[in-house]
Nanobody, 128 residues
Framework: QVQLVESGGGLVQAGGSRRLSCVASGRTFTAFPMGWFRQAPGKDREFVATISWNTAITEYADSVKGRFTISRDHAKNTVYLQTNRLKPEDTAVYYC?????????????????????WGQGTQVTVSV
């Protein structure tokens, strides 16, 4: 059974940081990209960041570019999202996800429909 389990969320003041982690079990995702999405109350789930299978390519939503960093550790089957200079509008449930197909080229998945496996999410709340 494939599982993605996020952790690291919590309450943080504006300007602060959180490091989110996502551990995969049940299969390895070393040959697949991994992504982070978030969903605020009343809003659609939105793309945050993705990292290619070999870590050569990282992509970010414009709203987090320069503040968030995605990384991964193949040995630990884990993907991370370092969130810095957090803003109240970053408040959301953060999900990690993995696709069921390979993306060997320069185009990396940025859409919800391109991902098959999802974690249960971790809440990040940024106070003013």
């Amino acid at each position: 059974q494939v599982q993605l389990v996020e952790s690291g969320g919590g309450l943080v003041q504006a300007g602060g940081s959180r490091r989110l982690s996502c551990v995969a079990s049940g299969r390895t995702f070393t040959a697949f990209p991994m992504g982070w999405f978030r969903q605020a109350p009343g809003k659609d789930r939105e793309f945050v960041a993705t990292i290619s299978w070999n870590t050569a390519i990282t992509e970010y939503a414009d709203s987090v570019k320069g503040r968030f960093t995605i990384s991964r550790d193949h040995a630990k089957n884990t993907v991370y999202l370092q969130t810095n200079r957090l803003k109240p509008e970053d408040t959301a449930v953060y999900y990690c996800a993995a696709p069921s197909q390979h993306y060997p080229g320069s185009d990396q998945p940025r859409h919800v429909y391109e991902y098959f496996y999802w974690g249960q999410g971790t809440q990040v709340t940024v106070s003013v």
